[in-house]
């Protein structure tokens, strides 16, 4: 396996460009396309959160802001998009499809290797956790979140972060293309309830990839490994960390906390996460 089509969706924000900058970043070391993706958006959309009993002239006031805004990130997307491609120096297209933008990254996302999106920033965390969930519970894809400061070097070391859950399974398996090759591969086991035989298994598995692994231990409930997954991690120096998402609800991940959670909050180095 490896990643040759890329979709990198764009909001119209800042953080675009860390999406394309995180997009080329894996196209150097595999080859292949980024698929830029816009969605135009309909100002109709807008509407059924007016309320019943609204005015004619307040909806008419509500599609118009709608559509200036629409067209301000739409504008946005092409200029973030055009900067970047002056010096990528990748092979890249824009599409921008009318309709919402979870609808776009469904329909494209499934015939993508990978997804990329940002960490969420704050004045962005809403619509960006809207679409990180589209993207990784509506195309079966896994996703890179890209970082909003530092390099982006996927030849460095790599992290994954093991629990023994069928989460975690099917991000190792999405993993193993940046596992091969890197200098070293960090196994971090999260959680309780891996008991050290557990990871024998494993240890064979990526033998058989060609890939020796060092165990490292975050001894914590697995719900609140996060800031240890994180600090292995950079303790190793690696430019990447792999991780199952959602491993737990996201109901109780909103309320009491969890690895994804954090991990969309704190991380500081790209993050591939497969569910």
Not at 69 to 90: C, F, I, P, S
Not at 121 to 146: C, H, K, Y
Not at 230 to 236: G, M, S
Request: with cysteine; proline share 6%; hydrophobic share 45%.
């Amino acid at each position: 396996m490896s990643y040759k089509v890329l979709l990198a969706p764009m909001a119209g924000a800042p953080s675009d460009l860390r999406t394309l900058a995180a997009a080329a970043a894996v196209v150097r070391r595999f080859g292949g396309h980024v698929e830029a993706l816009h969605a135009a958006g309909d100002p109709r959309d807008s509407i059924p959160f007016v309320g019943e009993g609204a005015s004619g002239a307040l909806v008419e006031q509500i599609v118009t802001a709608a559509e200036k805004d629409l067209k301000r990130r739409a504008e946005t997307a092409r200029t973030n998009y055009q900067e970047w491609m002056k010096g990528a120096n990748v092979d890249a297209t824009l599409v921008e499809p009318i309709g919402s933008e979870e609808d776009a990254i469904a329909r494209h996302g499934r015939f993508a290797d990978l997804i990329v999106l940002p960490r969420p920033a704050d004045d962005e965390a809403i619509a960006s956790t809207v679409a990180f969930e589209t993207a990784l519970l509506e195309t079966g894809r896994p996703v890179l979140i890209a970082p909003p400061a530092g390099d982006m070097d996927f030849t460095r070391p790599v992290a994954f972060a093991w629990n023994g859950s069928r989460e975690a399974a099917r991000a190792l398996g999405a993993g193993l293309p940046f596992m091969k090759g890197a200098p070293r591969v960090v196994c971090i086991v999260a959680g309780k309830n891996v008991a050290e035989d557990d990871t024998k298994p494993l240890e064979a598995y990526m033998a058989r990839h060609g890939i020796k692994i060092e165990l490292a231990r975050a001894d914590v409930p697995t719900i609140q490994a996060g800031p240890h997954v994180l600090a292995e991690a950079r303790k190793a120096g690696c430019g990447l960390l792999v991780m199952g998402a959602y491993t737990h609800s996201r109901l109780r991940q909103l309320v009491f906390g969890g690895v994804t959670r954090f991990m969309l909050q704190n991380a500081d180095l790209p993050v591939l996460m497969a569910h």
